[in-house]
């Protein structure tokens, strides 16, 4: 069954600083992966997706993710962080043909000035 | 272009009674799907609609139903409300499954029973 894994569930970062937050799934196959951004007190919102095709996936925001198929990881990245970046991050996995999305669990992250 | 809306945003239940949360999508999508988002354990899938007339469960279903009301509308029901149903709910829709499946998520509705 299709799993996702975030690692850490809280993130700080200076202003300026990289952003990387992990994920990793299980899968027998290379699924479809996305990354959604949830502001506070808002829905969420696509920031990049991975299909099929290039692994360096670029999204909205500078943000940016690579699919590793050797590692099962699709770690998100920025390569300077902004006060407004800060927000709960999910990964999510969809296996082929399937509708059903399965979410991490979040990683949320704080900007420091 | 409103996307999904999703009506209350807001509710407070008594234990016991019953309610439905409405949620409408304006982008012709196929696909629609209810969330439940709950601290520390991410958005977990109670009930979706991969076309207008089918519904399938999620991950946990219990204590929910559905109705696909035509491809623009898909209603969550709660027939007799329980404290563990208190959580922030999410409808979203997507054009289909597979890799067309980026799915658009509403504002969300929190409720919260008494």
């Known amino acids: 069954a299709q799993s996702v894994t975030q690692l850490g569930s809280h993130v700080s970062v200076s202003e300026g600083a990289l952003v990387l937050l992990r994920c990793n799934y299980s899968?027998?196959?290379?699924?479809?992966l996305f990354w959604y951004v949830q502001y506070p007190n808002q829905g969420l919102q696509l920031l990049l997706k991975?299909?099929?095709?290039?692994?360096l996936v670029k999204g909205i925001n500078g943000f940016e993710a690579e699919f590793k198929k050797s590692e099962t990881s699709f770690h998100l990245t920025k390569p300077s962080a902004h006060m407004s970046d800060a927000a709960e991050y999910f990964c999510?996995?969809?296996?082929?043909?399937?509708?059903?999305?399965?979410f991490g669990k979040g990683t949320k992250l704080s900007v420091i000035p | 272009n409103a996307g999904v809306t999703q009506t209350p945003k807001f509710q407070v239940l008594k234990t016991g009674q019953s309610m439905t949360l409405q949620c409408a999508q304006d982008m012709n999508h196929n696909s629609m799907y209810w969330y439940r988002q709950d601290p520390g354990m991410g958005l977990r899938l109670i009930y979706y609609?991969?076309?207008?007339?089918?519904?399938d469960k999620g991950e946990v279903p219990n204590g929910y139903n559905v109705s696909r009301l035509n491809k623009r509308e898909f209603s969550l029901r709660l027939e007799s409300a329980a404290p563990s149903q208190t959580s922030v709910y999410f409808c979203a829709s997507s054009e289909m499954g597979g890799v067309y499946n980026e799915q658009f998520f509403g504002p969300g509705t929190r409720l919260t029973v008494l």
């Open positions: 991975y299909t099929t095709g290039a692994t």
């Open positions: 609609s991969a076309s207008e007339g089918t519904t």
């Open positions: 899968s027998s196959v290379p699924p479809y």
């Open positions: 999510a996995g969809l296996g082929a043909g399937s509708y059903q999305l399965t």
